[in-house]
């Protein structure tokens, strides 16, 4: 196509907020796809439950469906913003209401949860919603497939790093005692594991801190715990929530990210910026974490409990030499697949969809009237005319339909000039004067139709001058035309 497709993202129904620090890692990379996705020429409209209201940032409108994820609000909106592209982060619900849009080209499932059930259907009703579900790894993919998924419609597209926030940083200014946990603060992230494990290696490395970076209301309990264990462990310290500069910051001078997590993880965004910041990393082999975590620049640990944690962190710390060297391979190794890539495999996939739909269309052929639109030559004019006013009122050839042929650069006149009959048809009439008029630029030379409307319009809005001028180029190309006498006159009110 050459006209790009507006993309409609889905974030799932968390709070949102594109001006500020987000909750967890889908919705970062959520946003961060959403960014790329626009840089490569796309509209991008985001829809979010937004606490602080519509907004735009870097390009990408966000709309709000509220914290009651009232998606029939949007839905009514998108029905209007011509071709579309549909992403959905996790949940499918949106698709359930756009599933009748003619104008959503292709519809597509991003997948970040680590349930086979979190979109909130099983996965084979979800198959008859989608187009394709994109997981974010080969082990999350297995899992779909173990609930009668469709094989063929589930890929994989790996997630990405930012290199504007997380640049690269080498081993000379790392601390090597420094620690860093990024993620909730909950039991399923395996912080407690982690929180007993630097308590007792302090014993062996005084020296040792912990920072800790994460939202911390999805567990109270443990919260209300943390300035004692502070006070127990000097260096243990939660910063919070912070914006994702502020985590790259840490990561291009702390000597190793460990990523604990017990429970299945999808892939482990903390372990892909680390990385790429040239952070050692030491993670739980859960999920799609080991392969994420290249066995060049850490260490996975397939046994999940405290006494694996920290024999292996202890081994890697005992092997400084070791660490410098994973810093430095990190600088090509680790940031080999930015967002970009992501954006460009995840609009490839939607550009399949569409092509193969429009594909299909070509082949169910266009309805008769609009054949005779096409190849007028050899048709009476009274009877085109009869065909203008079908094609006006018909659906037999959808405006999708239209606007894919459109949007495909083709050279011919009749799709602008049937656009311009339905425009004309429901009252648009600066829009119809338009098509028309490209509708005009494109037409052969014995070619009438567009002129005629052109004239007709132009002479029912009393602008006599300009239904002359085109009345002129209707005889010029049909001069035997069966309403010449009518023109005729109509030319002659412009003296």
């Known amino acids: 196509m050459n006209k790009k497709p507006t993309v409609v993202i889905f974030f799932n129904d968390w709070k949102v907020y594109p001006h500020g620090v987000n909750a967890g890692g889908g919705e970062s990379a959520t946003m961060a796809l959403a960014r790329e996705i626009y840089k490569k020429g796309h509209r991008v409209i985001a829809c979010a439950n937004l606490p602080e209201g519509e907004t735009s940032k870097d390009g990408i409108e966000f709309w709000n469906f509220g914290h009651d994820y009232s998606l029939h609000l949007i839905e009514k909106r998108l029905r209007d913003i011509g071709l579309y592209y549909c992403l959905c982060a996790t949940l499918v619900s949106p698709l359930m209401l756009l599933r009748e849009h003619e104008n959503c080209l292709a519809r597509i499932l991003i997948n970040h949860a680590p349930s086979a059930h979190a979109s909130g259907l099983e996965p084979s009703t979800v198959m008859e919603l989608i187009d394709y579900m994109a997981c974010v790894s080969h082990a999350q993919r297995s899992m779909i497939l173990g609930r009668g998924s469709d094989p063929d419609k589930i890929v994989v597209i790996r997630n990405g790093f930012d290199p504007e926030i997380f640049p690269y ?32 290696l302090k014993a062996e490395y005084p020296e040792l801190k912990l920072s800790v970076y994460g939202d911390t209301s999805f567990w109270p309990d443990f919260v209300k715990q943390i300035p004692s264990l502070e006070s127990a ?21 702390a000597g190793l990210l460990v990523f604990p997590s017990i429970s299945f993880e999808s892939a482990g965004l903390a372990v892909v910026d680390a990385q ?7 993670a739980f082999g859960v999920g799609g974490v080991p392969e ?4 060049n620049l850490g260490d996975v640990i397939y046994e999940r409990t405290p006494e694996a944690l920290i024999a292996g962190i202890r081994k890697i710390l005992r092997e400084r030499p070791r660490m410098v060297s994973i810093s430095e391979k990190a600088a090509q190794l680790g940031r080999s697949r930015p967002w970009a890539k992501v954006a460009e495999e995840m609009i490839s996939l939607a550009d399949k969809v569409a092509q193969k739909k429009t594909s299909s269309n070509k082949q169910k052929g266009m309805p008769t009237s609009i054949g005779r639109i096409k190849h007028f030559a050899e048709v009476d004019p009274r009877l085109l005319l009869e065909d203008h006013d079908r094609v006006a009122q018909s659906n037999d050839y959808s405006e ?27 009252g648009s009439y600066e829009e119809a004067i338009q098509a028309y008029k490209e509708a005009a630029t494109r037409s052969k030379s014995e070619d009438w139709q567009a002129f005629f409307r052109l004239a007709l319009i132009h002479a029912d809005r009393k602008e006599i001058s300009l239904a002359a001028t085109y009345a002129k180029s209707v005889l010029e190309r049909a001069p035997t035309f069966p309403l010449r006498s009518q023109l005729q006159k109509l030319i002659s009110l412009e003296s």
Not at 235 to 252: C, S, T
Not at 413 to 424: D, I, Q, S, T, Y
């Open 276 to 282: 790429a910041s040239g952070c050692p990393v030491v």
């Open 169 to 200: 940083a080498g081993p000379e200014s790392r601390d090597w005692n420094e620690l860093v946990f990024i993620g909730r603060v909950e039991p399923a992230k395996g912080i407690h594991l982690l929180v007993q494990v630097f308590g007792q």
């Open 292 to 295: 994420y975590l290249d066995s």
């Open 400 to 426: 999708t339909e239209l606007e894919i042929i459109i949007n495909e650069g083709v050279t011919e006149a009749w799709p602008h000039l049937v656009k311009g009959l339905r425009l004309e048809k429901h």
């Open 233 to 253: 462990m000097p260096g243990l310290k939660f910063k919070g929530k912070v914006p994702q500069r502020e985590l790259a910051a840490n990561l291009r001078k």
